[in-house]
């Protein structure tokens, strides 16, 4: 199993270019999620997800939109970029309820490191 | 809503010395309480989890933890530190087993001097 994958490693936008985060997971795991992460601010949840279709905000969701269309897939979007979403995105995976007692354990992906000049 | 505070966001100890970080919530629900630790440029790696059986939770890489409710806290402790610990640590609480989201301290960067 790859786990959690996310695409790409590293970006660049410049102000008010869109993009998409790509995140994958072959676990077959019900929950999703997109964090970011801040030098000294930990990480903040920015949208999750419970299954295939159902999506609800976090903390942080202003200026992202997300989708999940299939079991595997939770693409993060910016639709308008701004230097305020420079950040490094994780995004993680769990089994939900159907995976016992380590249903709530979270699989991270490597992240995705984002600039926006 | 919960919320975790890490007392120090670096630590630093000498190779084979005891190490603690610290680690307290806040939670109007009995909580689950996770430890995880970043090595440089990577994700986010389970250390160990509390979700209500023991209290001294045992994780990977000798570490383990205890949830004193009396305390609010649940401090990360490794009896000798090794020069591979060294990464940023990160608290997280939920309190309904991380189904929508964690919520994550700070983290805490453990330095280990040789």
């Known amino acids: 199993n790859a786990g959690v994958t996310q695409t790409p490693k590293f970006r660049i936008l410049k102000i008010g270019q869109s993009m998409t985060l790509q995140c994958t997971q072959d676990?077959?795991?019900?929950?999703m999620y997109w964090y970011r992460q801040d030098p000294g601010m930990g990480l903040k949840l920015i949208y999750y997800s419970v299954g295939a279709g159902i999506t609800d905000k976090g903390e942080v969701p202003n200026g992202y939109n997300v989708s999940r269309s299939t079991t595997e897939d939770f693409p993060l979007r910016l639709e308008l970029a701004a230097p305020s979403q420079t950040s490094v995105y994780f995004c993680?995976?769990?089994?939900?309820?159907?995976?016992?007692?380590?249903?709530?354990?979270?699989?991270f992906g490597p992240g995705t490191r984002l600039t926006v000049l | 809503a919960q919320s975790v505070t890490q007392l120090g966001s670096h630590v630093s100890v000498s190779e084979g010395a005891l190490v603690l970080l610290r680690c307290n919530y806040s939670s109007s629900v009995p909580p689950y309480l996770f430890w995880y630790v970043q090595y440089p440029n990577q994700g986010l790696q389970l250390l160990l989890k509390?979700?209500?059986?023991?209290?001294l939770v045992k994780g990977i890489n000798g570490f383990e933890a205890e949830f004193k409710k009396s305390e609010t806290s649940f401090h990360l402790t490794k009896p000798s530190a090794h020069m591979s610990d060294a990464a940023e640590y990160f608290c997280a609480v939920s309190d309904r087993g991380g189904a929508d989201g964690l919520t994550f301290g700070k983290g805490t960067h453990l330095i280990i001097q040789p």
């Open positions: 676990m077959n795991h019900n929950y």
């Open positions: 509390y979700t209500s059986a023991a209290t």
């Open positions: 993680a995976s769990s089994p939900g309820t159907s995976g016992g007692a380590s249903y709530n354990e979270q699989f």
